[in-house]
């Protein structure tokens, strides 16, 4: 069975960008407190089995989603780097996570609803849909998030409810 979209094929909307926008904004959300929930010293320095610790996940997360949504708006190519500069402190973390969550929003009404099925190459390197990348970052965000509830179990922390992606 083929998934593949013709030109000629006309393609009813399943879900508004809005409500895209809300779903990947409660995953960001459940992700905040996902990290505010680690220890200092262990966001920065507990892995399990040769894993990478937790921030470098976030790093990862930081480096895709507010870069990743400025590219798609303004067709400017940059490169992916996963240095983030927060010096290893938490709270700087955050304060950058808010940042990128309102760098989202703000680009976020700049991709019209016919932009998604366009064709780009996302950090010259991800070939993909605009919708397919968006769908990406969601998706590696939530693979992340997963390993960093391992990581607070293991740490005898109880995560955040998987479920819960409400307002902090």
Do not use: C
């Amino acid at each position: 069975m083929s998934t593949a979209i013709s030109p000629n094929e006309q393609v009813a909307q399943v879900i508004l960008p809005a409500e895209l926008l809300t779903h990947w904004q409660g995953h960001r959300t459940l992700t905040r407190k996902v990290i505010e929930a680690f220890p200092e010293k262990d966001f920065f320095e507990y892995s399990i089995g040769g894993m990478r610790p937790f921030s470098k996940m976030v790093d990862e997360l930081l480096s895709i989603a507010g870069p990743g949504i400025q590219e798609i708006v303004s067709g400017k190519q940059a490169a992916f780097t996963e240095e983030v500069a927060h010096g290893n402190s938490k709270s700087k973390v955050l304060e950058l996570w808010d940042e990128a969550t309102e760098e989202i929003n703000t680009n976020w009404t700049k991709i019209g609803v016919d932009k998604f099925h366009e064709i780009i190459k996302l950090f010259g390197q991800y070939e993909g849909t605009v919708q397919s990348s968006i769908l990406y970052f969601i998706d590696n965000e939530i693979h992340h998030r997963g390993q960093g509830y391992v990581y607070l179990r293991s740490l005898g922390i109880e995560p955040p409810m998987f479920w819960d992606r409400n307002e902090l």
